[in-house]
């Protein structure tokens, strides 16, 4: 089971930015796909972006133009750099890959 760990999240305001890493116990991060998730309390988890294994990226129609996934090979990690940052993005962002997930990070956006 590989061990994933996300990191970035904090209190922004409207219009703000944030970058979430992921990073993995090991390389194979690197030639997987990830996705990134978020939930908000009492509703289902939900897929906002992910990165294939050769490095396609997709992302959720709400979030396209502002999200952006990223590979850092070199340190075992997966970004998600998030611009122009909505209240309605508020949630705790998880990273999957295969059946192994972090423990979250939440993002609140509020002014």
């Known amino acids: 089971q590989v061990l994933l760990v996300e990191s970035g999240g904090g209190l922004v305001q409207p219009g703000g930015s944030l970058r979430l890493s992921c990073t993995a116990s090991?390389?194979?991060?690197?030639?997987?796909?990830v996705g990134w998730y978020r939930q908000v309390p009492g509703q289902q988890r939900v897929w906002v972006a992910g990165?294939?294994?050769?490095?396609?990226?997709s992302y959720l129609d709400s979030v396209k133009g502002r999200f952006t996934v990223s590979r850092d090979s070199a340190e075992n990690t997966v970004h998600l750099r998030m611009n122009n940052l909505k209240p309605e993005d508020t949630a705790v962002y998880y990273c999957?890959?295969?059946?192994?997930w972090g423990q979250g990070t939440q993002v609140t956006v509020s002014s």
């Open positions: 090991g390389s194979f991060i690197n030639i997987s796909g």
């Open positions: 990165i294939s294994s050769g490095g396609v990226t």
């Open positions: 999957g890959m295969g059946s192994s």
